[in-house]
């Protein structure tokens, strides 16, 4: 084959090693990028590191779950007796004393017939003291008063009082709202007042869970911004959702989402404020945030490789 055919087929570079090897020993050409050295240099030394974290290195273990700030020393006035909010006597954060009134249910029913009932015993009154001795007339004026005494009860129950004195800190109703029987309408802070947080935890976590542990909190919608507090106190059942929602009441349950058993782990809060940007701000019954517990720190090697754990401790390592 002619030499200028055989170079435009052939690289310069093999075409220069064969005329080299017809001279005398030849060499494989080199044609790879420096580059390549140093990155199997790195590629040994990541799988070094790699082995040695895997070998001595040691991981958290967490449980992790929601939480709802509490507020502890609160009173919450409800219903007695279904009807529509007619007047809102109050305003939150308004301080209110013992038994003052603070919103009326529509009572027009129950005036009327109370109304009635104190004529008709009026009526019945003259009666008997006209003949003290008749026993019917007695007995009528004795009916009269029961039912009397009863719808004074039930108008009385139209108008909700604060059993405490305090400051308005939640008001639920507006005029015009359907109230029920049991439904909370207002909540009145004491002056004694203190925050908690009930955390909602794995319940398969409650073997490693006990009062004096560290947990961090961080308040929901304000990120990073963390508590570091210590669990007052571990229930001793794991229960379902059901329970944690008549647990909690029904005005913060629905705000929870909850999937599998749980263990409520309880703890108190430094004071009434957190501080976020710089900024002191207060807390509130019914907030939200998320709870970690540290439950212990695990060899990496276990984690990867779980039957050496049963090895260990069979053979005492």
């Not at 109230?179 to 073997?207: D, K, M, N």
């Not at 782990?265 to 907030?287: I, K």
Request: glycine share 8%; no cysteine; charged share 20%.
């Amino acid at each position: 084959m002619p030499e200028q055919t055989r170079s435009g087929v052939f690289r310069a570079e093999a075409l220069e090693q064969f005329y080299a090897g017809e001279q005398g020993a030849s060499e494989v050409v080199r044609l790879s990028p420096s580059w390549l050295d140093w990155a199997y240099w790195l590629l040994l030394a990541a799988f070094a590191v790699l082995g040695l974290f895997i070998v001595f290195g040691r991981l958290n273990q967490y449980a992790s779950g929601p939480a709802v700030v509490r507020a502890e020393g609160t009173a919450l006035v409800s219903a007695q007796s279904e009807g529509n909010v007619s007047a809102v006597l109050v305003t939150p954060g308004a301080q209110v004393q013992v038994g003052e009134a603070l919103l009326q249910l529509d009572g027009v029913e129950e005036s009327r017939e109370l109304e009635r009932l104190e004529a008709e015993f009026a009526v019945q009154l003259r009666k008997t003291l006209r003949d003290p001795a008749d026993e019917v007339s007695r007995q009528a004026l004795a009916t009269l008063t029961a039912q009397r005494d009863s719808a004074r009860v039930r108008l009385e129950q139209r108008t909700l009082r604060a059993p405490r004195a305090g400051i308005v800190s939640d008001l639920r109703v507006r005029p015009g709202q359907r109230l029920h029987p049991g439904e909370a309408a207002v909540s009145i802070a004491g002056a004694s007042a203190r925050f908690t947080i009930v955390a909602l935890l794995p319940g398969h976590h409650r073997p490693l869970l006990h009062e004096g542990m560290p947990l961090r909190l961080e308040i929901g919608g304000f990120r990073n911004v963390y508590q570091d507090l210590r669990i007052s106190s571990v229930s001793n059942a794991v229960v379902g959702p059901s329970e944690v929602r008549r647990y909690l009441g029904p005005e913060v349950a629905d705000a929870v989402a909850l999937q599998g058993p749980v263990v409520i782990v309880q703890a108190e809060l430094p004071g009434a404020t957190f501080f976020a940007d710089g900024l002191p701000l207060r807390y509130f019954d019914g907030m939200l945030a998320d709870a970690d517990v540290r439950l212990r720190r695990e060899n990496v090697l276990l984690l990867v490789f779980p039957w050496l754990r049963e090895y260990f401790n069979t053979h005492g390592g």
